[in-house]
């Protein structure tokens, strides 16, 4: 009986690596990926993806020039001040553009001008940005287009009713992304580090609410915009990002994250960049799309672009308005203060400020009625006296731009 007993667990056992080697061998860029997950070693910036990075070819431009002090437009001390709060709170740059000159431009903790920095969420607000420049271009007929006319893979089911414009407002449709949950075959861990993610993100999530009528936060949709480009230009995301937004506005490359070499494009996360070039895009923004006398995005494009969603008025097309206001502002849920709540001690004192906003309190702050860019990169911070406010810093401009009137 014993040696039955005995037989039976070890072809059970054996059974069961069979099953894991044959799982591990489908896809083993996941599995190692997942346990860094687990082992609290992490994905980005580049563990788990060594192999898989797309370099990104941008404009060889030199430097922006700081300008002389006599030119400044605003105080030293002001700047000074917001200085020393991105200092003090576990940041790795800042820069302060005002009316056409770099006014300030710091680094800290060993970096520099060169260093690449993982954008995190301000990735999606980069490819939304990749979205007009292949709708100028002629690549895309427009935002309510179907994105079944790209993602063929939706013609003819319940998806096919999903428009550009409901994946940039991010109310797509779909159950919820953000689940944060570990489970290895559940959709949330398989879109993020799946080296072959793409069934997850076309196939995997339901359909559970009328596209356009409910905000999701979602790397998955931020993916399939990034899907529909490649779809639509054919070409790599990271060749068309550089062509039609990086070169032309000066900016200098970096990388982009894939699922697995000569794959797809994790756009929803995955962006670095040195912060000079974050600084650029939020340049070209305040400009409304207009460098050296062109014009890179569709007539109206900025209109449509800052258009509060009717599911979430904090959202426009893949990107964030600076109102309405509250003191504990979520990314993940619309109108209620939740523990991911990013705090603002006020309201911005611009109504046209918009700002990218990435895991870390990764900031780009755009005012263009004051012609106002900052760039603030960097960690968390948690707990006072350091703890982060994401009005500080623009407030604290402001202010003194509103007492020079």
């Not at 069934?199 to 999701?216: F, R």
């Not at 939740?338 to 001690?345: A, M, P, V």
């Amino acid at each position: 009986m014993v040696r039955v007993v005995t037989k039976y667990v070890v072809g059970v056992l054996l059974l069961l690596a069979a099953v894991a080697l044959v799982l591990y061998l489908q896809d083993p860029r996941f599995w190692n990926r997942y346990y860094l997950l687990l082992t609290n070693e992490g994905v980005l910036p580049a563990e788990g993806w060594a192999d898989s990075e797309f370099q990104i070819t941008g404009a060889d431009t030199p430097l922006l020039k700081l300008a002389d002090e006599p030119a400044w437009t605003l105080p030293r001390s002001a700047l000074e001040d917001v200085d020393q709060y991105a200092r003090e709170r576990n940041s790795t740059s800042l820069q302060v553009w005002h009316r056409g000159q770099l006014l300030w431009r710091s680094f800290y903790q060993g970096y520099d001008e060169q260093t690449l920095i993982v954008g995190k969420s301000m990735s999606k607000m980069v490819v939304g940005v990749v979205v007009a420049r292949a709708i100028k271009d002629g690549y895309i007929a427009g935002l309510d287009e179907p994105a079944a006319n790209y993602i063929d893979e939706w013609q003819g089911t319940d998806k096919a009713s999903i428009t550009l414009r409901h994946l940039l407002h991010m109310a797509a449709g779909f159950e919820p992304f953000y689940t944060l949950s570990y489970n290895p075959f559940g959709n949330f861990m398989r879109a993020y580090v799946a080296g072959h993610n793409e069934a997850t993100l076309i196939d995997g999530y339901e359909l559970i609410n009328e596209p356009g009528s409910t905000y999701d936060y979602s790397q998955a949709v931020s993916d399939l915009i990034g899907l529909v480009l490649e779809r639509a230009t054919g070409k790599p995301y990271g060749q068309y990002l550089a062509e039609s937004l990086l070169r032309p506005i000066g900016a200098r490359g970096g990388e982009v994250m894939m699922n697995r070499p000569e794959g797809l494009a994790h756009t929803g996360c995955c962006l670095l960049l040195p912060s000079e070039s974050w600084l650029r895009i939020g340049i070209l923004l305040s400009n409304s799309g207009v460098v050296n006398g062109e014009a890179l995005f569709p007539e109206d494009w900025m209109t449509d672009y800052l258009a509060p969603s009717p599911a979430n008025p904090a959202m426009g097309l893949h990107i964030w308005l600076g109102e309405p206001y509250l003191p504990s502002r979520s990314w993940s849920e619309v109108g209620k203060p939740t523990r991911f709540g990013i705090e603002h001690s006020a309201p911005y004192l611009a109504s046209d400020l918009f700002l990218f906003d990435g895991s870390g309190h990764q900031v780009i702050y755009i005012v263009p009625s004051e012609q106002l860019v900052i760039v603030r990169t960097g960690g968390f911070t948690f707990g006072t006296p350091n703890s982060w406010d994401n009005a500080y810093i623009p407030n604290r401009l402001l202010q003194e731009l509103i007492k020079s009137r």
